[in-house]
């Protein structure tokens, strides 16, 4: 079983950066794709940024192009997401995921494992 842990959260003014982090233990973390994933109150869960398992292969939702940049360093066992040029809408819960295999996976339903969250709040 593998177990996820983000760090990296917190409060921010709009236009600030964050870089949250994912450490991960207990499976081989270079053999699978991960991915980021947010929660806003009230509204469902959606995609935030995907990496392949070799780090060379990246997407992200429309909403975050351009302002986030996912990165992997595998000999950390550990993902990060840099964020800049924050907004307000970016506030959520940011969460974590591993995919079952090395391709990055298209659908939530597709990773294997999640991480338990770490809040990130921008002001305005």
């Known amino acids: 079983q593998v177990q996820l842990v983000e760090s990296g959260g917190g409060l921010v003014q709009a236009g600030g950066s964050l870089r949250l982090s994912c450490a991960a233990s207990g499976r081989a973390f270079s053999s699978y794709s991960m991915g980021w994933y947010r929660q806003a109150p009230g509204k469902e869960r959606e995609f935030v940024a995907a990496?392949?398992?070799?780090?060379?292969?990246?997407d992200y939702a429309d909403s975050v192009k351009g302002r986030f940049t996912i990165s992997r360093d595998n000999a950390k066992n550990t993902m990060y997401l840099q964020m800049n040029s924050l907004r307000p809408e970016d506030t959520a819960v940011y969460y974590c995921?591993?995919?079952?295999?090395?391709?990055?996976?298209?659908?939530?339903?597709?990773?294997?494992?999640w991480g338990q969250g770490t809040q990130v709040t921008v002001s305005s």
């Open positions: 995921a591993q995919c079952w295999g090395p391709s990055k996976c298209d659908y939530e339903h597709e990773y294997a494992a």
């Open positions: 990496i392949n398992w070799r780090g060379e292969d990246t």
